[in-house]
């Protein structure tokens, strides 16, 4: 079925910055809305960052003007360029989007399985 799976998490200073990917992969008739979000310990998951099918963005309030969100619908892959960061970006970033199946005429949401973003020096 249909799967989605992060990667470029790891270990960054303050200030500095990493790039995120998340590829959809299985049987994909289409793909809607996609996004970021977050959670870190002892807090509820957050949405960081949406990209709709047409490229309208949002972005959580504490990351405008430092996080850039993208997509690249031929490689049924989302994006999330994080700059300046912040030891309170610390956190699992998950991905999300909305995907309809082959053959099914319903869309579903799904989850990755989340990627560890650590910002400490």
């Known amino acids: 079925q249909v799967q989605l799976m992060e990667s470029g998490g790891g270990l960054v200073q303050p200030g500095g910055s990493l790039r995120l990917s998340c590829v959809a992969s299985?049987?994909?008739?289409?793909?809607?809305?996609m996004g970021w979000y977050r959670q870190a310990p002892g807090k509820e998951r957050e949405l960081v960052a949406t990209?709709?099918?047409?490229?309208?963005?949002n972005y959580a309030d504490s990351v405008k003007g430092r996080f850039t969100i993208s997509r690249d619908n031929a490689k049924n892959t989302v994006y999330l360029q994080m700059n300046s960061l912040k030891s309170e970006d610390t956190a699992v970033y998950f991905c999300?989007?909305?995907?309809?199946?082959?053959?099914?005429?319903?869309?579903?949401?799904?989850w990755g399985q989340g990627t560890q973003v650590t910002v400490s020096s």
């Open positions: 999300n989007a909305d995907v309809r199946p082959r053959w099914i005429t319903r869309w579903f949401n799904y």
């Open positions: 299985g049987n994909i008739f289409g793909i809607g809305a």
């Open positions: 990209i709709s099918s047409d490229d309208t963005t």
